[in-house]
């Protein structure tokens, strides 16, 4: 989630952090803070998933780390995280482990369904046919299967397709 971002320092931008907001309720989002430039970057408040520069962590995510951190109620003040919880968040951020032990909360895989009308796309190069040099795979495309991988090959096939047609595409131009 922190790219090649080091614990230490995700550590600096969680003391700064707390420096910076004392007072604000750890669990609410992942910390804004510098990116490479020094320019400020602002999370999406909106989204459920917090993205800045190369740090993506979702706040389900955050909360479990903070929990397996020892800062068992999100909302605790920063001003109340001492320093060896700020290095054991740091350290969980950039190298937690995890064991995969079952199937996901809704107990059942699924694909999305929708997508560009496949006669809206020329076949053998996966272009649209409402807008020339659009050339589109995956779940892009008007195609329900079923999972257990065939959506994965479909993803796959699709993408060598579009990827090949829009490169012989762009050699004849």
Partial sequence: WAGEMTAEEVFELLETEK??????????????????????????????AVE??????????WLYLLK???????????SSVDRSALLAVANLVVADTFQVSGRGMYKD???TCG???????????????????????????DIDGITGGYNLQSAWTTGYIAG??????LIEE
């Fill in 109 to 111: 895989e699924f694909v």
């Fill in 52 to 61: 800045e520069a190369s740090v993506l962590i979702t706040r389900r995510l």
């Fill in 68 to 78: 397996k951190a020892g800062l068992v109620s999100g909302e605790s003040k920063w």
């Fill in 115 to 141: 997508g560009v009308l496949l006669k809206e796309v020329s076949m053998d190069s996966l272009e649209s046919k409402i807008v020339p040099g659009l050339f589109l795979a995956g779940e892009l495309l």
């Fill in 164 to 169: 090949d047609s829009c490169g012989r595409s």
């Fill in 19 to 48: 420096k910076t907001h004392p007072n604000r309720s750890v669990g609410k989002r992942f910390p804004s803070y510098l990116d490479g430039d020094g320019d400020e970057v602002s999370p999406q408040k909106e989204s459920v």
